[in-house]
């Protein structure tokens, strides 16, 4: 037995030796490949053209949100639909189309290749492919637009039973924003079930967090937020501070226009979901000089119960919008506030940063209905605000790599772990080209590497804890499980007639 457990010892020592080497090499979170998905259209089926003339099946905004779905499969999801070019009536309703909201299933093809880029070469190659586009829906009806100058909002494709939820911004009834009927939805932050059967998706209009069926598309489930968030006067223009008869002009409490709920995270045991506005709420100074606090809603996945937390919005010592929130473990999260210049603002990229959340110092916030918070730290009263911690600069990154500032994505949007990758745990990053490629570039996926000595370095302990998510059969090998079942029965029966 001892001279049998000589070359596995060896083995071992080497393997030690190749680990401790790779350890020592490596020195932060690395930039580890970036992949390009582009095209026409998506793979919704959908035929004919929206209200401005783009085709119902246009392709992009894919990186508004980002999930993995486990292994190499991620759920990429646009925003509203497209709205950054103006048509004819267009202004009534900020050029938002009857665009049906949706998410696109994708295979992220990451392989140990080296791939080039503008200056030198990144490790891996990524490619990243279509698989499905899935159209999110209502079994009851909902509430659609009908303005003047426009065609109605009820999209065609609706049937009795399958009613469709759109981007169009006048898609809602009278009342508070957060009525469930509205069929304006948009969409800006997805997460995969822990049953991998459905997946969470929060918006920007009511704000809301919808659970629908993976596979089908229908919404199963509404959470009930907190009701600061809701607005209690609706338009369909966004609109400024002090314009009468829009949103923003016409309310003094609630989300601000557009920038609702941006963020979601899943807890890594499935059991909670916590979603980050874009910016303060209106009651919280908006998102002006003023605003200073920004509110992170927790969600019981089973039982609906939320819980309000604070956080600054400085990063740097100023301020900034979020975009997106992952969960790094059950202590931890990790925001990405960023700036909104870069390619397709015309600008230059200054700030596009990824911070950590520590959960463990945070006090419920729940009976906070307005800031009087101090003007030097913006601190809630006798409330603590969340702890935040520099995690990954990726715009330092990528301008490393060669990338120029005027070439980085203004709306690097969308933020999700992969499955881990030749032992470094893996980061994904997507923008948001707001459906107009000639002037946003592609749809980006850039992959960074980072082990848990990078996160205990950063200030994060625990270490990553890997969403837990249960395999759901493709629909093939479900249909070949069902072929050979069928075949065993076949046979059981001709050995039964044989007896």
Known sequence: MTFALRPLV???AAVFVITSAMGSAHAAFELMAIGTLSGTGDLSGLTGTLESGVAANVFGGMGSGLAWAGGGTFLALPDRGPNAVSYVGGAAVDNTTSYIARFNTVSMGLTHVPSAIPAGTLPYTLAPTMQSTTLLWSSTPLNYGSTAGLASGVPAQNTVGKYYFTGRSDGFAAGTSTNANNARLDPESIRVAKDGQ?????????PYVYQFNR???ERIRTYALPG??????????????GVAGTEIGGNTSGRVANKGMEGLAISPDGSKLFGIMQSPLLQDGGDTAAGK???IVQIDITTGATKEFAISNSFGGKAYNNSDLVAINDNTLALLPRDGKGLGDGSSAKFKQIWSINLGKATDANDITGLTASTA??????????DTALMLDPLALLKAAGYLDTQIPAKLE??????DVDGYHTLYLSNDNDFVPGVAGDNKFYVFRFTDADLLAKGVTGGLVAQSISAVPEPESGML?????GALAFIRRRSNRGH
């Open 10 to 12: 060896a083995r071992l």
């Open 198 to 206: 459905s997946v969470f998706v929060s918006d920007e209009y009511g």
């Open 215 to 217: 596979a089908t598309g």
């Open 228 to 241: 600061d968030f809701a607005v209690a006067n609706q338009s369909a223009l966004g609109g400024n501070v």
């Open 293 to 295: 606090t920004n509110r």
């Open 377 to 386: 730290t913006g601190l809630f009263t006798g409330k603590q605000l969340l």
């Open 414 to 419: 969308g933020l999700a772990f992969g499955e």
């Open 481 to 485: 499980a069902l072929t050979a079942l």
